[in-house]
């Protein structure tokens, strides 16, 4: 087993060395613990490992801190891992298709949110370019839709278990894809924020789609993170927790963390104009293994959260833009 390598980093948005500790290694380690905890009063015991991915085990380790930048807002690891490191953790992942079933059939239906939102936003789209496809939820989606998307991801096992559903997942990153014609849109859902370099992808994706294509992506808000997480202890302490556990937010399992403000910064200078934000929770995460109460209690959560939380007062956000027409010299 290879041991991961990091690498101290400057804001990966606009490039400061100018940034603000946010959490340190003790307590993100405390904040792991309580995510632990409390999903175990919620789980139907003993559950099989396998069904504890992405939930309370990630890809990625935890932090080993984290800091904010105080030009852009963006939060990001210092030190993080290496490039290499973070393909490598997302690659090996393999496991049981029982898992990547229920996985499939749980995103199939809750991506369809995202193809009516996408259509909502631009209803000429009909060829897309899915970044971080995984298993192929979305991919189904959009087909049940009529839309023709293909999909990429570096996960050979779950591209493979997407080619059992007719689903197209090519095993590359985005900066490798070389299309015969480009795309009307590119989407990125919950994977965005995960890359080994957010701003490479954000240029790749300008390259790929033609002048008023869409770039459509869905990201963790981490002023939601900051903001809950600094009220863990108080009064709202329970509420606070079940926001962020709900959401897959406390111990912040991602390598970016994204605000208002650094997603601009980072569209804006790849070429992009944002249109629209939409606030929204993560998607359902209960399951066979969840109890009763737990399956209720996540639902309440995040149905007070969608009506009360909106744009970027959200746990997650959605952001669709559109590529600038290039100005070229006379």
């Not at 309370?56 to 290496?82: A, I, K, N, W």
């Not at 009763?292 to 007062?313: P, Y």
């Amino acid at each position: 087993m290879r041991k991961t390598s990091y690498e101290l980093s400057n804001c990966p948005i606009c490039g400061s060395s100018e940034a603000r500790e946010i959490a340190d290694r003790a307590t993100i380690q405390q904040e792991v613990e309580r995510v632990w905890a409390f999903h175990a009063r919620r789980f139907k015991h003993p559950v099989p490992p396998n069904f504890l991915l992405d939930r309370v085990v990630f890809s990625q380790d935890p932090p080993l801190r984290l800091m904010r930048c105080t030009g852009c807002t963006h939060l990001y690891r210092s030190p993080r891992e290496r490039p290499d490191a973070v393909r490598r953790a997302y690659s090996d992942s393999a496991p049981e298709q029982s898992v990547y079933e229920s996985l499939f059939q749980n995103q199939r239906i809750a991506y369809r949110a995202q193809v009516r939102r996408l259509l909502g936003f631009a209803a000429g789209i009909r060829r897309g370019l899915e970044v971080g496809s995984y298993m192929g939820g979305f991919l189904a989606a959009a087909r049940d839709a009529g839309l023709s998307f293909t999909g990429i991801d570096v996960n050979t096992s779950a591209a493979s278990f997407g080619a059992s559903k007719r689903l197209h997942i090519e095993t590359c990153s985005i900066e490798d894809v070389r299309p015969s014609s480009l795309y009307d849109a590119v989407a990125i859902w919950n994977t965005f924020e995960q890359l080994p370099d957010v701003r490479a992808a954000a240029l790749s994706a300008r390259r790929l789609l033609r002048d008023g294509g869409v770039l459509a992506v869905r990201v963790p808000n981490s002023s939601f993170y900051t903001y809950w997480r600094a009220r863990l202890n108080g009064p709202l302490a329970s509420w606070a927790e079940r926001m962020l556990v709900h959401n897959n937010l406390l111990g912040f399992p991602y390598r970016e963390g994204f605000t208002a403000r650094s997603m601009r910064r980072l569209l804006d200078d790849a070429g992009f104009e944002i249109r629209r934000v939409y606030g929204d929770t993560l998607f359902p995460i209960a399951d066979e293994w969840t109890s009763a109460r737990g399956t209720v209690d996540e639902w309440l959560t995040k149905k007070v959260q969608r009506i009360s939380q909106r744009g970027w007062r959200a746990p997650w956000v959605e952001v669709f833009a559109t590529t600038r027409r290039a100005v070229t010299s006379s």
